[in-house]
């Protein structure tokens, strides 16, 4: 590229779901603003969207990793319809609308309008066995524990405890929390996470009445029976991987593989950008965008900034991995009448939780079989693939009453891929993006931010683009 030519240049590393959607809006943008920019998009392995990864074997859909996103979030939906596979959508079943929590090794329904901590609707809740009556009456103390004043950030444990009591965060918050952050409740920030409970706390007093007062103004919701509102969950017809393979479709002349960054370098007018890869190629750039887990970016940023660096290692990261088992239908003994179960810490099973994957959404598995995705987190995931078999194996086998070995199991391990947002993390981003907006024509995005789902990822890398087509 000539320097005179008049055109510009932008690296976005990280091909995850993160940069696919930085430099498909970024392209997009500079089109329609008639901007000259060459765009190249950098990933270090030989495949683009990251933990996204759907495999087809023997009649089966497999996600190896998540398997639908929310619609309530809107970008991830909207990029969807943008890129025409809107039509490709699927909802999740709608005959098994609830999930399940493993009490003293079985399985029981979480009440019809429990929703992550507390109850909607009192009857279901005073007939569960998941609580004990000494746990039920004060989960109902909620009603008139005065609201917090303060609007300091807390732990979610604390919170749950607080408002709710010891059972509400043992037997139902920490495992539905846990399977949704792969995290630590006792350090999880209650105001990056779960603000809206701040907010019913701060708007009515009470979680309880805040729930009710919601269930009468959306008379919807109470016909989603259990735990998450399903209904807005979606998923692709050939799998979440439709997504991130129709990006790179789009993107082919943009994406380098195989590229592995080794070092990034800013000029001494600040003007442009060095990046060395690992085969000694070089690539400059007036724009860049780092899309990776933040201590990967920590890395990358050891010689640009040290308080950016040290802000960007304040943001933990934690393992897991996916374990997918498929079963002749006639070897599972329970009706699998749901979407799966989530496992409290107190019950001491390597998994935290399974999805009925074949139950959940259709066409997951071939008649007269099922497929389910168990999961672990650390230090259970860093066993051997074999191990990791085993014991999802052992623990299913009690709660589902398997009666013979799976046809076949898969296990893919994340490493480091999910953030940790503990007590503070807004102020640590803030910090980030002073020290960002220190240096021009960077910009950094991911889930290690303000947002760890799928939609969240995709608004990331959208702002991103916006924010660099702005430095110029």
């Given at each position: ?7 510009k240049?932008s ?10 959607a ?8 500079a ?8 765009i190249t ?28 996103f929310?619609s309530?979030?809107?970008a991830a939906?909207?990029?969807?319809e ?22 003293n090794?079985?399985?029981y ?6 929703y992550?901590?507390?109850?909607g ?7 569960t066995?998941l609580?004990?009556w ?19 950030d ?18 139902m918050?920490?495992?539905?929390i ?14 990056a ?13 009470s ?19 259990s ?6 969950f979606?998923?692709f ?10 990006l790179a ?8 593989l ?11 007018d ?14 400059n750039?007036?724009?860049?965008c780092i ?5 990967q ?10 308080p ?10 934690a393992?897991?991995?996916t374990?997918?088992l498929?079963?002749r ?9 749901g ?13 935290i ?8 959404f ?11 995705r ?14 990791l078999i ?30 940790q ?5 807004q ?11 220190e ?10 931010y ?6 969240d ?9 916006l924010t660099?087509l702005?430095?110029?």
């Amino acid at each position: 590229m000539s320097e005179n030519s008049g055109r510009k240049h932008s690296i976005i590393i990280g091909g995850g779901i993160t940069g696919l959607a930085t430099c498909y809006r970024l392209q997009r943008e500079a089109a329609t603003r008639d901007i000259p920019l060459d765009i190249t998009l950098l990933e270090s392995s030989g495949r683009v969207g990251g933990v996204i990864e759907t495999e087809h074997r023997d009649e089966f859909l497999i996600e190896h990793g998540p398997d639908a996103f929310i619609s309530t979030k809107p970008a991830a939906k909207a990029l969807c319809e943008e890129l025409g596979i809107a039509d490709q959508f699927i909802g999740t079943n709608p005959k098994v609308r609830r999930s399940f929590v493993v009490r003293n090794g079985a399985l029981y329904p979480v009440p019809e309008g429990f929703y992550m901590m507390a109850p909607g609707s009192f009857m279901p809740f005073l007939k569960t066995p998941l609580f004990s009556w000494r746990g039920k009456l004060r989960m109902v103390l909620d009603l008139f524990i005065p609201r917090r004043e303060r609007d300091t950030d807390e732990a979610v444990a604390h919170f749950v405890r607080r408002r709710l009591g010891t059972e509400a965060f043992t037997r139902m918050a920490q495992p539905m929390i846990g399977g949704i952050y792969t995290s630590d409740a006792e350090n999880l920030s209650l105001k990056a996470t779960f603000p809206r409970f701040m907010e019913m706390e701060k708007a009515h007093g009470s979680i309880i009445k805040a729930l009710r007062t919601q269930k009468k103004q959306a008379s919807q919701t109470s016909r989603d029976t259990s735990g998450p509102r399903y209904s807005l969950f979606l998923s692709f017809k050939s799998g979440m991987q439709t997504l991130t393979d129709t990006l790179a479709q789009a993107l082919s002349d943009n994406i380098k593989l195989d590229a592995k960054v080794e070092h990034i370098q800013q000029t001494s007018d600040g003007n442009r950008w060095h990046v060395s890869l690992a085969n000694r190629e070089t690539l400059n750039a007036e724009l860049l965008c780092i899309a990776l887990p933040a201590p990967q970016a920590a890395v990358l940023t050891g010689d640009l900034s040290g308080p950016l660096t040290s802000k960007l290692n304040e943001i933990p990261y934690a393992s897991s991995a996916t374990v997918n088992l498929a079963f002749r239908r006639e070897d599972v003994t329970h009706p699998l009448d749901g979407m799966g179960f989530v496992v409290p810490a107190t019950e001491n099973l390597s998994l935290i939780g399974c999805s009925f994957s074949s139950v959940k959404f259709e066409d997951r598995a071939p008649t007269d079989h099922v497929l389910l995705r168990a999961f672990v987190s650390e230090p259970t995931s860093k066993k051997t693939e074999t191990e990791l078999i085993e014991l999802c194996r052992s623990d299913l086998t009690a709660l589902l009453g398997i009666k013979n070995a799976p046809q076949f199991a898969t296990v893919r391990k994340h490493s480091q891929a999910m953030a940790q947002y503990q007590v503070g993390h807004q102020d640590i981003v803030r910090s980030i993006e002073q020290f960002t907006g220190e240096l021009r024509g960077l910009v950094l995005a991911g889930n290690g931010y303000h947002g760890v789902g799928i939609p969240d990822c995709i608004r990331s890398g959208e702002e991103a683009a916006l924010t660099l087509l702005g430095a110029l």
